[in-house]
């Protein structure tokens, strides 16, 4: 397994996570506007907003564990169980840190 491939894939994916968070967080925190229905249906989007913010803070710190897992050398290796996590799921979710029995 190319470890330094992969690597190179979750630090480019990590920084996409990162740019998509910055772009949430301003949609955020973008001034509220005057009409109160229009406020309301902003009110609605932000509450989405915030559940994608959730979901990619949560994305980010699993590829952030994979990248800290290949430079300790333990990429591949279930959190749960010791075992190996197979290459097909790798393959798949380079940020797997479960194999599919512990997931």
Known sequence: MDTTKIRSALVSKLK??????AEIEDDLSATPN???EENAKES???????????LTMDDMQQVA???SQIDS????TCTSCQGK?????LKA??????CIKCA
Do not use: C, F, H
Request: avoid cysteine; proline fraction near 3%; glycine fraction near 10%.
């Open 16 to 21: 996409e996570l990162e740019a998509r968070a």
């Open 85 to 89: 996590i197979g290459a097909e799921r």
């Open 44 to 54: 609605e989007d932000d509450d989405v907003l915030a559940s994608l913010g959730d």
């Open 65 to 67: 564990l994979a990248i």
């Open 73 to 76: 050398g333990e990429y591949g």
């Open 34 to 36: 005057s009409d109160w």
């Open 93 to 98: 979710l380079p940020y797997a840190t479960q």
